[in-house]
């Protein structure tokens, strides 16, 4: 099948009209601004007749204000149902109902690398949709204190990626759109590609996030940070003020070098030793670098939730 074949297809076969644009606004004092704006813009897939919406929780965390817009032009405020810190995604709802048709949900497991995929975003975006193909499947550590274990990475990338639908030849929904990641080596070339959360990483646990806002199991220990990975040599780039590592005693600058007196090699290394010692709220000892001399801190771990504005949560 050629690609523009198979984008017809996939167009006969999926529901556009179930994608919305998303703007929201967020407070100049939130945790989150900023690294991340205080406009925030992108897209969600509608995925249940009641009008719950699935986006990349970025989008919304923190905001006072949300606004969605279906694709025959009604808008509405909406608000935030869960958030799903584990998987980054968040669920929204508009406050006035938004009728409108959903998107199969698939097992994302069912893709595999070299697959043609679209790329979709709302109405506006330009373009709207994209021909892609599955170019990795692997692990992702992000700085932000977030891994997953198996992300979709596509090329060519959309260039309105947050929230944006990754979507199968039969017009299901296999991802949402997290990140356009530039130099993502691809068959020993660099390639820009965008990154997607595989839509099974939050879809088992949908209604128990829909009761309780989260997943009911305990949550992972918080600490605050932004780290980057260079070559396994982790270093500390950003502290959230008044967050856990900031009232330890953590800086920018400091190289992790252990935790809880293990020698600690990537970010996701890190991340999981961090996460074994127990939930949220259990101490962890971290050995870093500052000036070449090394220093022994203990961080009280937080749940990430409490660090957030309520913004508008259901």
Not at 27 to 55: C, F, K, N, Q, Y
Not at 90 to 101: E, F, R
Not at 270 to 276: E, G, I, P, V, Y
Request: aromatic share 6%; charged share 25%; net charge negative.
């Amino acid at each position: 099948m050629t690609e523009s074949a198979h984008t017809t297809e996939v167009l006969e076969s999926m529901e556009l009209n179930a994608l919305v644009s998303v703007k929201a606004y967020v407070p100049e004092d939130a945790m989150t601004a900023g690294l991340l704006g205080t406009e925030r813009a992108g897209h969600a897939v509608r995925i249940r007749s009641d009008g719950l919406l699935v986006t990349i929780g970025y989008l919304v965390n923190e905001a006072d204000e949300i606004w969605v817009r279906s694709e025959d032009g009604r808008t509405s405020p909406a608000f935030v149902v869960g958030n799903d810190f584990r998987s980054g995604l968040a669920l929204i709802k508009p406050s006035t109902p938004l009728d409108g048709p959903s998107l199969a949900v698939a097992d994302a497991d069912t893709l595999r690398v070299g697959d043609a995929v679209t790329v979709a975003g709302s109405l506006g975006s330009d373009p709207q949709t994209v021909e892609a193909r599955v170019v990795s499947r692997q692990e992702f550590a992000g700085r932000w204190e977030y891994l997953l274990e198996e992300a979709i990475f596509t090329a060519p990338p959309h260039p309105s990626w947050s929230g944006a639908a990754l979507v199968d030849s039969l017009g299901r929904l296999c991802g949402i759109g997290s990140l356009v990641i530039q130099g993502f080596e691809v068959k020993r070339k660099q390639r820009t590609v965008n990154m997607f959360v595989p839509i099974d990483t939050l879809y088992p646990y949908l209604d128990e996030i829909c009761e309780h806002g989260r997943r009911v199991e305990p949550p992972r220990p918080w600490l605050g940070l932004l780290v980057h990975d260079e070559s396994g040599e982790l270093t500390v780039v950003g502290v959230y003020r008044n967050c856990p590592a900031d009232n330890a005693g953590i800086r920018p600058g400091d190289t992790i070098i252990r935790v809880d007196d293990q020698p600690v090699y990537s970010l996701g290394h890190f991340f999981r030793t961090a996460w074994s010692l127990g939930p949220a709220g259990i101490d962890v000892p971290i050995t870093v670098l500052r000036n070449a001399a090394r220093k022994e801190i203990v961080v009280k771990s937080g749940e990430r939730g409490v660090f957030l504005r309520r913004g508008t949560l259901q």
